[in-house]
């Protein structure tokens, strides 16, 4: 698909998050201080560096005149005095030698331009103009104020150029990030560009998919500037991270897998039902709910291809020693005295996701909780909102993603943040951010639901940190095509599941 109808298609979304397509192959992700190393060796190799500025500033050109549509129009530059100033200014040279009209404007006076950016601003014949300069008129404004190494939050005349061409309302095509977004975190540095599309180079960085800095990036397009590709256990969650599981032909249920979930009490029965629904829908051969008799006699009215069994902790405890049980799920709607089941469930060494209350009962034991995770050599999932996480995780701090990590390392379990810009962390260092989340997820019940996807695939064998991505996934994919209206139990119908789960095995 040609760049400009990729960039557009794209943008047409921001409101409720890129398109599937956008999110149905991971792609490898750079934190800031990553990519600068990258570059640090391409140089060090003896390759020269304002080469490859050029080569970033072409790219920007050729986005630029793809999102005009044409190799003419009136274009705004708005360059910084550091390196993302410099692309932006090799792109205005290459932009005028295809016929636009190209006005600069530039923060800083000449003496503040150095090194390659200060050769770019050397490859400029035309005016550069003050900070206060009227944007009005363009068709284009191409920002290229601050890249990746932005730290602080803006101020002064930064801040306000910032403001005036958010106001202006022209579109805006952001050089690396948007100005003014943290690339590690995706914060808002005091004020950013609310950019149309964004060209980063070699690979896309945190900031570009964790929100807020995501509603700021637009359309994104990662352009090749010759790089070699860099090692990285960061990634943006999608199918090739991950392979959904694909039964044999001779399989049998309990080949494919039985899953245990624990019932809440007779009032709170619906989440742990929709777990359970969740996870025969995912692949498990059987699924078994267990809890107390009056809860399963209201289950009893509603399921029938899920089993039920009366059982306690010590009941758990039994069920899980028996080979066809690889997996099990402890927490929605499970109210209280769940602690004593999910430490059952936890001794039993087998695969295990703990959701909702399983991990409130464990609030300020996040030490108690990794001692018991790290007796089996087993995945544990642990899948909190941000509620849940500071409860069980109080004092931990830093942005999303490193919250996420730290307490994957600190407890030795696959942690699930969830949320629009969800993290899957594993103990192991890995991590994957989701995109695919629309809003209509935010509805009663859907977590149940992903908490039961998870536990269907540990219980067909996948490891911990692809199970959770790939119920993520799922969750957004499906949540996607069925849009506005969307309740817990339309993510369990067959048909939109079938074709989020074709698109994720192609």
């Known amino acids: 698909m040609p760049l400009f109808a990729r960039l557009t298609r794209l943008a047409r979304e921001r409101a409720t998050g890129p398109t599937a397509a956008a999110v149905d192959r991971f792609q490898p992700l750079l934190t800031p201080q990553a990519m600068r190393d990258a570059e640090a060796r391409w140089f060090a190799a003896g390759h020269d560096s304002f080469a490859l500025m050029q080569v970033a500033g072409t790219r920007v050109a050729e986005a630029a005149a793809a999102m005009l549509g044409r190799s003419g129009g009136r274009i705004t530059v708005l360059a910084g005095p550091g390196n993302n100033g410099g692309d932006g200014l090799v792109a205005a040279c290459r932009l005028r030698e295809k016929g636009a009209t190209v006005t600069v404007v530039a923060l800083g006076d000449s003496a503040a331009w150095a090194g390659d950016a200060a050769r770019a601003r050397d490859l400029w014949a035309g005016p550069i103009l003050p900070p206060d300069a009227d944007l009005g008129d363009a068709d284009l ?28 309302r022209v579109p805006t095509l952001a050089v690396d990030i948007a100005s003014g977004i943290d690339a590690a975190t995706g914060a808002v540095l005091g004020v950013a560009i ?46 090739g991270l991950w392979h959904l599981p694909m039964p044999l032909p001779d399989t049998h249920k309990y080949a494919r897998g039985g899953a245990v979930v624990w019932s809440g009490p007779e009032l709170q029965t619906g989440a742990s039902r929709l777990a359970a629904r969740a996870a025969l829908r995912a692949g498990a051969g059987a699924v078994l709910l267990v809890g107390a008799a009056a809860a399963l006699r209201v289950h009893a009215a509603h399921l029938t291809a899920v089993m039920l069994r009366e ?7 039994c069920l899980l020693a028996e080979p066809r049980w690889r997996a099990a799920c402890v927490g929605p709607g499970a109210g209280a005295g769940v602690r004593g089941v999910a430490e059952a469930a936890l001794a039993s060494g087998k695969a295990l996701v703990l959701d909702a209350d399983a991990l409130t009962a464990f609030a300020g034991e996040a030490a108690a909780l990794a001692k018991l995770v790290r007796q089996h050599d087993r995945p544990v999932v642990l899948t909190p909102h941000e509620g849940e996480f500071a409860r069980l995780f109080p004092g931990l701090g830093g942005s999303k993603l490193d919250r996420a990590r730290a307490a994957a390392a600190a407890t030795g379990a696959v942690v699930v943040l969830k949320g629009p810009d969800t993290v899957v962390a594993a103990p192991d260092g890995r991590a994957a951010i989701d995109a695919g989340a629309p809003p209509w997820l935010a509805t009663a019940g859907s977590g149940d639901v992903l908490a039961g ?33 969307l309740t817990a139990e339309d993510l369990l119908d067959h048909a939109p599941f079938r074709r989020a789960w074709e698109r994720g095995t192609r």
């Open 141 to 168: 404004l191409i920002d290229a104020l601050f890249g990746i190494g932005l730290s602080r939050p803006l101020a002064g005349p930064a801040a306000d150029l910032v403001a005036r061409a958010t106001a202006s």
């Open 194 to 239: 609310e950019a149309r599309a964004t060209v980063t180079f070699h690979a896309a960085k945190p900031g570009h998919w964790l929100l807020p800095g995501r509603r700021h990036t637009g359309a994104l397009h990662v352009a090749d500037i010759g790089l070699p590709a860099t090692p990285t256990e960061l990634f943006l969650n999608g199918p």
């Open 311 to 317: 059982a306690d902790a010590q009941g758990v405890a």
């Open 453 to 485: 996807w998870i536990t269907g695939l540990l219980a067909q064998g996948l490891e911990g940190f692809a199970a959770a991505g790939a119920g993520v996934w799922l969750h957004g994919a499906i949540a996607a095509e069925l849009g506005p209206g």
